[in-house]
């Protein structure tokens, strides 16, 4: 086995800008570390996502911390502010996206145990508070990621890239 460089890495990715994104956006609801804010479109641009909005005390891009871990992603990534997030949502309703947060509530389900619908908006929470339970009325879906030890939760940029991915994986050739 050879490993690639990165050279060859961008050789054989020339011509993912012809694909079409996956339709999905993410929104992060008052998260408190600009350096989750700058994984988060890190992963957004790896995964092809449609954009990102940024919700409440949420650093944007011009936070230098986003971009310390953003590597260049806060310029690839579409993305907008709102200072409440329940008009993004009122808004993305409107439009036809399907809201599923990622939370523990009563009704969430395990998340490999969901078919998902597109368009899709995910929104993932604060580090501390979760999802504010104001915008769990525009929750089509509630689901989470099962722990096992003591800890109730992962860090919110690994836990929302373990969703994206499985997003990406049900969405599969159509992209």
């Known amino acids: 086995m ?6 060859e890495i961008l050789e054989l990715r020339k011509n993912n800008s012809e694909l079409e994104c996956l339709p999905v956006c993410l929104l992060l609801d008052n998260i408190r570390s600009s350096y989750n804010v700058g994984s988060l ?5 790896g995964a092809g996502l449609e954009k990102i909005i940024l919700a409440g005390i949420t650093s944007t891009p011009d936070n230098p911390k986003v971009g310390k871990t953003a590597l260049g992603a806060e310029k690839t990534v579409p993305w907008e502010y709102h200072v409440d997030a329940s008009r993004a949502l009122e808004s ?3 439009s036809g996206y399907h809201i599923v947060v990622l939370e523990h509530i009563e009704e969430s389900q395990v998340y490999w145990d969901v078919e998902y619908p597109y368009p899709l908006c ?3 929470g604060n580090e501390v508070n979760g999802v504010d339970e104001r915008l769990m009325k525009y929750a089509d879906r509630a689901i989470e990621i099962p722990m096992r030890g003591e800890k109730n939760s992962l860090n919110v940029s690994t836990a929302t890239s373990i969703i994206v991915y499985e997003l990406l994986r049900q969405w599969g050739g159509r992209g």
């Open 2 to 7: 050879k490993k690639l460089s990165h050279q």
């Open 41 to 45: 479109f890190r992963l957004a641009d």
């Open 92 to 94: 993305l309703t409107r």
């Open 122 to 124: 995910l929104v993932v």
